[in-house]
């Protein structure tokens, strides 16, 4: 990092309808610096960062572009200027490969005619793989592509526009250990070439290794800018400035009599995906699900809710067995699913939250698929202050909401429900701690009425501490058991690994 700053913000104020998103905000960044922008889901970091890309204009305050005052009217004009951003859901065509994509927009042509010049285009593209160390054939189309690389070509489409300040917005929320090692590994070449970064992450552990400073927000406003001293920095600290105040127990789990069995799944097998896959579950248990990445952990859920489909295997649910050919065979059995990619599976972005709400218990609170006016305002309105969603009305899009009361909305429609099985994939992926405490809290009420939880969570300190019993999986079959007691990281990631 140097003393040079390429980008100041001063004041950043954006109000929407009932709220005022950004308030006064300040930002500075100097070139060639890691940047962690943290703070709450809800605190205001990716209206901060649409208002960097250019995608919303501020109300008031001042931005300037190496030291010169800048007005951005459209992402396409601070792309222009030298600013892009890999966001969690990538921005790329699958059809195309990986070269098309790099140069989606800016295609180079022959001469001065119409035919593209794709010779050239995968000369550089590999070009600039190479600059990244991402060893990676640019004619491969993306949907071939694994995440990680996915996340390469990104960066890559990033270093063709010549970008001088990257913004990389949760880069490793679905990475592995060594996946995030070769994305650290990028951003140290990039800011050696003088990129500025902003790291958005809720992972507090990653700070000590990338970031030169962090600045916090909260509620819309600037906290405090603090400078990184390399494993000296004080994560509780962080927390409290994060939230307001401190949190002394990170995972509240309590302990509820674990009562009769609930669900059995009795060898469940799919070709080359899940075998002879065998688990119970019981009231007022949460049940773990450790793995690596592809473990076939998201399959096994997904073929009990039958959202996937199974070439062999029984489900019996409350003592009977069951059919379940698809999700709506689960949901009337009383099972509901929190889906990993919850923006993609789990809600209707362009729905109201209302209506989110309510969409898994149509059949159970209307009258002759007439939904009453009351009903389908009191049941939302009553979750929406027990879950503690932040929004004006229950009317407004979840799509406007932050990802942790995105993940509230999921949970409140599946408690709207009345579900008793509830399995939650990654309940606290990409959101902070204020909120995953609040997670937390929720699931600790569904397990005291009796609700039996399965929890996929990658997270082993979350694993460890929220589960009552622990299943590994490793290439699709489940490699052992572990009691709350006996379970231990080491134990874990040894059958996660395939080991005994």
């Known amino acids: ?23 006064k905000v300040q930002l500075t960044l100097h070139r060639g610096e890691v940047h962690v922008l943290l703070g709450e889901n809800g605190a205001g970091k990716s209206t901060l960062i649409k208002t960097i890309t250019g995608a919303y204009i501020p109300d008031e305050g001042e931005i300037f572009l190496e030291g010169k005052p800048v007005r951005f009217d459209s992402p396409l004009h601070a792309q222009k200027l030298g600013i892009s951003a890999v966001y969690q859901e990538f921005n790329l065509i699958p059809e ?30 590999e070009e600039y793989l190479e600059t990244i160390g991402a060893k990676l054939n640019p004619r491969i189309p993306i949907k071939n592509l694994g995440v990680a690389a996915q996340q390469m070509v990104e960066i890559a489409k990033a270093i063709a526009t010549d970008c001088k300040i990257l913004i990389l917005d949760e880069p490793t929320a679905v990475l592995t250990n060594q996946e995030i090692d070769r994305l650290f590994q990028v951003v140290e070449t990039l800011t050696k070439r003088g990129v500025a970064i ?11 290794r990338i970031g030169d400073r962090v600045t916090v927000m909260r509620d819309g406003a600037y906290v405090d800018t603090i400078q990184v001293e390399k494993g000296k920095l004080d994560t509780d600290y962080l927390v409290k400035l994060m939230v307001g105040r401190e949190i002394t127990n990170k995972f509240p789990k309590i302990n509820v009599a674990i009562g009769e069995e609930i669900l059995r799944v009795e060898h469940l097998n799919r070709k080359n995906v899940l075998k002879d896959i065998n688990l119970t579950l019981h009231a007022g248990e949460i049940l773990g699900i450790g793995g690596l990445v592809g473990a076939g952990r998201t399959e096994a859920v997904k073929a009990i809710f039958g959202a996937d489909p199974i070439d062999s295997g029984e489900i019996t649910v409350f003592g009977k067995k069951a059919l379940i050919r698809q999700p709506k065979d689960a949901i009337r059995l009383g099972i509901g699913l929190a889906p990993e990619d919850r923006k993609v599976e789990g809600l209707n972005l362009g729905m109201s939250i209302k209506d ?17 006016r009351r009903k389908r305002t009191s049941i939302p309105e009553g979750l929406k202050d027990n879950l503690r969603i932040v929004t004006p009305s229950i009317n407004q899009m979840v799509g ?10 999921v949970l409140a429609k599946w408690l709207a429900s009345d579900s008793r099985i509830v399995i939650f994939d990654e309940p606290t992926r990409g959101i902070d701690v204020g909120a995953k ?6 699931m600790n009420q569904l397990i005291s009425r009796g609700v039996g939880i399965i929890m996929i969570s990658s997270e082993l300190p979350e694993l460890l501490a929220m589960s009552d019993r622990i299943l590994v999986m490793h290439e699709g079959r489940i490699t052992g058991e572990l009691s709350h007691e006996e379970a231990s990281q080491e134990k874990v990631l040894r059958l996660a690994s395939g080991g005994i």
């Open 1 to 23: 990092m140097n003393d040079a700053v390429v980008l100041e913000m001063k004041n950043i104020t954006k109000r929407f309808p009932g709220v005022l998103a950004l308030d």
């Open 96 to 125: 195309l490969d990986a070269a098309k994509n790099i140069f989606l927009g800016k295609e180079l042509m022959v001469g001065k005619t119409i035919k593209l010049n794709s010779r050239e285009m995968y000369r550089k593209s």
């Open 198 to 208: 902003i790291f958005i992450s809720h992972r507090l552990e990653e700070i000590n």
């Open 356 to 372: 989110n709400i309510i969409m898994a218990s149509v059949d159970k609170i209307s009258r002759c698929g007439v939904i009453g």
């Open 400 to 409: 406007n909401l932050s990802g942790g009361n995105q993940q509230k909305v």
């Open 437 to 442: 405490v609040e997670v937390y809290q929720l």
